[in-house]
C-alpha cells in the first residue's frame, strides 16, 4: 500500500526529551491558530513530502504513537509561528 506520508520523521524533530506529564495542560487554540497552524504543515508537507513519516506500518496498520508524533509537531509548529523572541 502506498500511502501518501503527514507527519515529519519522528527523529528529524522530537530528538531526546522528558516524558509527558500524566495530565498535560491543555493548551487553549481558537479556530483561526489551528487554521493556520495546519498551513504552515500543508506547506512544509507540500515542500518536502518525503520528511514525512506515513500514518500506516508497513502492514498497512495504523502507527501507535501517530497521534503523539503528530501532537509534538503541531506544538513545533506553534511554537514557531507565535512565540518568536
Known amino acids: ?38 498551513n504552515e504543515w500543508n506547506k512544509r508537507y507540500s515542500k518536502n513530502p518525503g520528511d514525512f513519516s506515513d500514518p500506516l506500518d508497513k502492514d498497512g496498520k495504523p502507527i501507535d504513537d501517530y497521534g503523539e508524533s503528530c501532537a509534538f509537531y503541531f506544538q513545533k509548529i506553534s511554537d514557531e509561528l507565535f512565540n518568536k523572541d
Open 1 to 38: 500500500m502506498d500511502n501518501k506520508n503527514t507527519v515529519p520523521n519522528k527523529p528529524d524533530y522530537l530528538g531526546d526529551r522528558p516524558e509527558a506529564p500524566e495530565k498535560p495542560a491543555s493548551p487553549k487554540y481558537n479556530l483561526s491558530v489551528v487554521e493556520q497552524i495546519f
